[in-house]
């Protein structure tokens, strides 16, 4: 047989196989017909066929009508803490050689000058460009917020840089800023609730759900209506990514900075005329199908505008993975009431969730990055130096004598009994004497909250690290007078 009749045969036998899973041509023809007619009575027993369900449309319907009268005043203060500390992450994280790296790498690339970086006076770069450097500078230390309310989301980092580049570049106010972080955190964080196994499937859900926030954010800071920001939020959807291999990497927060840049970008297309799948989260194909082995559609939309998602949002006292906050509560607590000095510990237990080994399980991490996400680094060095800040995360200490000392000998157990904000640590001297420390929420969690003071303590500490103090002052006033704002240039130009 020649070369020509086996590629013949081939061809064939192909076309014959593939004739008997795909519909016919008439079948083709009456689906078509029927969904121009009928969505709800499509079939969906194929590929991205309609469900009728109408779930990302009503959430987008929602999302797009949100107006600042709504919200509570819970909800608008709330954003207000939000903003404070993600400027404050960003102003101390614009220095990181990680986020230097980036900046320069899009400086050579070539970027024209459109609105503000962050930390970088008198740099403007695109508006797609300067939402990816500002989101990375508020991630890459991970001091950043995180909302525990079944899902591990900064839902700041990846949304804020998206909100303050397209309102410097139209001059927007504050309030629409509040309204549209608002709508950012009910679009990512109940699209995380709606699929339980998103984060087992080992997707960062910054990038991710991340994608989804600042989809939904952008959208309503641009005004779109109900239609185009369900067009954005497909466009949105189909740029997400994020990989949990990464962390511990520059990758990691890039994905916040990527996050911010799908937003901006997603939002921009759809006000254009650019469209996309109208079901792209309830989909056979869609978001929450494909990202996890699970759903919960309900939690889309239930009680939709009866409670602000943001309101349950947490922040980190800590410069590093979340669900490593209770077991440094813990070993900071027994280094201080202990006064055990660690050379002489022979014993250092430590029992957390289970899924704290399973997402920071890195017994010698290489750099300060990689330090972020060690138990063991985490519960050595916080109890040596009894704090857990931006210090305690950095290469040098990482690769401190002591601390590698000390954190050959934690053992990290998992105990079933314990919740993702628990952890119970304890140790044992040289003189047989033991001592105890129990942690039933975590600082920062919504049931152990960081104050108002708390948050501005933090920020200042931050931000002085990159501007002057009559800078940091009118920082925060403006941010603690957001709603007042009348243009967001007034709030950017301080900050770079």
Known sequence: MTT?????????????????????????????????????????TYGAGNTGLGISKKLTEF??????????????????????????????????????????????????????????????????????????????????????????????????????????????????????????????????????????????????????????????????????????????????AGMQQNRGSDCKSLHAGKSAYHGVLSATLAANGFNSSPEILEGNLGFTRIYSTSQDLDLLTKDLGKEWVIVSNGYKPYSCG?????????????????????????????????????????????????????????????YIDRAGGVSQFTNERSQDAAVIQLRKIVKVLPSTNLQLDQASARITTKSGASFDMNIEHAKGTIQNPMSDKDLESKFIQNARTCISNDKTKRILDLVWNLEKLTDINQLTRVCS
């Open 63 to 240: 999302t797009s009508s949100i107006q600042f009268e709504q919200l509570s005043s819970a909800a608008i203060h709330e954003t207000k803490r939000a903003t404070l500390d993600w400027l404050g992450c960003a102003l101390i994280g614009s220095k990181h050689p990680t986020s230097i790296n980036l900046v320069n790498t899009l400086k050579s690339i070539g970027s024209y000058s459109a609105v503000r970086v962050i930390g970088h006076p008198g740099l403007k770069m695109s508006l797609l460009d300067t939402p990816v450097a500002n989101g990375q500078m508020g991630h890459v230390l991970d001091f950043d917020d995180t909302h525990l309310g079944g899902v591990i989301l900064h839902t700041s980092t990846a949304t804020m840089p998206a909100l303050l580049a397209i309102g410097e570049q139209k001059k927007l106010n504050g309030r629409q800023l509040i309204v549209s972080l608002v709508a950012a955190f009910e679009g990512g964080i109940r699209t995380g609730q709606a699929m339980p196994n998103h984060h087992r499937g080992g997707w960062h859900l910054t990038g991710s759900l991340g994608t989804i926030a600042s989809t939904i954010g952008a959208a309503r800071m641009l005004n779109l209506d109900a239609q185009k920001t369900l067009m954005a939020l497909g466009i949105g959807c189909t740029q997400a």
């Open 4 to 44: 020509i009749n086996r590629r013949n045969l081939l061809e064939t036998s192909f076309l014959v196989a593939a004739s008997s899973f795909l519909p016919s041509s008439n079948s083709m023809a009456n689906d078509s017909a029927s969904a121009a007619q009928s969505p709800k009575t499509t079939s969906n």
């Open 322 to 382: 979340v669900v490593l906050h209770p077991l440094i509560d813990a070993c900071i607590g027994l280094s201080k009431t202990s006064q055990v000095p660690w050379s002489d510990i022979t014993n250092f237990e430590v029992l957390v969730h289970p899924d704290v080994i399973r997402i920071t399980g890195v017994d010698q991490p290489g750099s300060g990055l990689m330090s972020k996400f060690s138990a063991n680094h985490a519960a050595a060095v916080s």
